[in-house]
Structure formats: structure tokens, C-alpha cells
């Protein structure tokens, strides 16, 4: 059996939308899901899956999150990697890359949780070795979200539409990212991985989606959020989630 890739989690987010429920000093990453921080919940997913490497991308609220993850045991080796000032989504995947060392990682958003198997993801990625990886999932109105364009068979990346409503595959906010090609272009410190780099280059690079996803929740909005209480303590029990 193959070793996991290394765990990369975005959870240096400002959480804005959550601010009326949270109130202002609290980091998304630790917003309360049935009584345990939203992070807890993710480590405890990636431990059941076989994860044994993780870097916490660290920005906002960065204090009491290595407080917690120093706190308690989790099963897993943690480290930090912190930004001195926000650098987006891009950013941080960068410097957390040029920090870590590691070839290939898996990079996942710190708001994200999913039933996404990470043993196949990895499988998916060296059986292919494409330049990037996207986890997919199909949901019924993908008005909130852009979707994506791949070929069926390839899997092969071709376009990301405009947010539009109707039955779509979108982004579920978990990668495989090949270390040295995203580390070979010219990027400005801050920038967005979505907005400004997947999305303009779709062309010159191979991205393959992986559309396996079936459960997905993003606590990012306080609808979901609320959701999120029920639905969290429920897909971790069942032992298939991504984190």
C-alpha cells in the first residue's frame, strides 16, 4: 500500500460571513461544530483515513489554533506554517510548499468537509500524473458555485463556467497539487488558487477532476453553518470522510 501524501490545510481564513455568529477574535477553523472546534473534526477525519502528515496554514487567529493542536493528540504529525500577513489562497499553498518540501500535496480548505475517499484521490493522482488535481462533487443547483467542464473518460479539465443555476459538478475544495509545476511560475505573493491561477490556466496545464465526492458541507455561510451541527457528527461516524 502506498504512503498518504501530506495534508495541507488552508485555515488561516478571516471567516467574515460567520462574524455574526462567531463574533469578531474567533478563526473559522475553530468554530464550534456539536461542541468541538470545526479543525478537530477534520484532524480526527484524516486520522481515520491514514493521513499521518499535516501542515496547518496559519494566518488569523493562529494562537489559540496551536494551542489546540499542541494541546491535544490527534494522532498525526502537525506542523505550522504561519503568514505574516494574508496572501490568499495562493499564497499560502505556496508558501506552504516552499516551507514543507514535499512533492506532491494534498491541499484542502479549513472550512471544507467532505466524504471524500483520500486513498483513491492519491491513487487517482499517480496513476495519471497530471499537474493538479480537483475533487469534484454534483450537486442539484450549483448557483452559489462555478462548475467545471471535463471530459468523461479523461477526466481531463477543460473549463470553469460562471456561477449559473441548474445541476453542475463543482470544486469541493480539496487538491493534489504537483509541488514543482505550480512552484515554476512567476506568482505574485498574494493571490487567489481559484480566481488566479486555476482559472487562468486551464489551458496549460493538465488538471484532471476527481468527481467522486458525494457529501460536502462548507461551513463558510451561516446557513450552512447551522447545517453543519447535524451533519458533521454524522459523516465522521460513518467513517468516510475527507477530514
Known amino acids: 500500500m502506498s504512503a498518504m501524501l501530506p495534508c495541507l490545510i488552508l485555515a488561516g481564513g478571516l471567516g ?20 468541538e472546534p470545526f479543525l478537530c473534526w477534520m484532524l480526527r477525519g484524516l486520522m481515520q483515513q491514514g493521513v499521518t502528515d499535516v501542515v496547518l496554514s496559519l494566518g488569523y487567529g493562529s494562537g489559540p489554533i496551536k ?27 505556496v508558501h506552504a510548499m516552499k516551507a514543507h518540501g514535499a512533492p506532491d500535496m494534498i491541499v484542502m480548505n479549513g472550512d471544507t468537509l467532505s466524504n471524500l475517499d483520500l486513498r483513491s ?31 468523461a473518460a479523461s477526466r481531463r479539465l477543460s473549463a470553469f463556467r460562471e456561477k449559473r443555476p441548474g445541476q453542475g459538478y463543482i470544486n469541493a475544495g480539496t487538491y493534489v497539487v504537483n509541488a514543482r509545476t505550480l512552484l515554476g511560475f512567476d506568482l505574485p505573493a498574494k493571490f487567489s488558487f481559484e480566481e488566479d491561477f486555476l482559472g487562468e490556466q486551464v489551458a496549460a496545464l493538465d488538471i484532471r477532476v476527481f468527481p467522486e465526492v458525494t457529501e460536502f458541507i462548507d461551513i463558510g455561510v451561516p446557513a450552512d453553518y447551522a447545517r453543519a451541527q447535524t451533519v458533521i457528527p454524522l459523516m465522521l461516524e460513518t467513517g468516510t470522510s475527507e477530514a
Do not use: C, H, N
Not at 467574515?16 to 461542541?35: E, N
Not at 493538479?132 to 471535463?150: E, I, K, P, W
Open 67 to 93: 494551542e489546540l493542536v499542541t494541546s491535544r493528540d490527534f494522532g498525526l504529525a502537525i506542523s505550522v506554517i504561519e503568514e505574516d500577513e494574508p496572501l490568499g489562497t495562493g499564497g499560502a499553498i
Open 121 to 151: 484521490l492519491s491513487a487517482f493522482y499517480r496513476a495519471t500524473r497530471p499537474d493538479l488535481v480537483v475533487a469534484a462533487a454534483q450537486v442539484d443547483d450549483a448557483s452559489r458555485y462555478g462548475t467545471l467542464d471535463f471530459d
Open 16 to 35: 467574515t460571513r460567520l462574524r455574526p455568529v462567531l463574533g469578531d477574535a474567533m478563526p473559522k477553523a475553530l468554530a464550534s461544530i456539536d461542541g
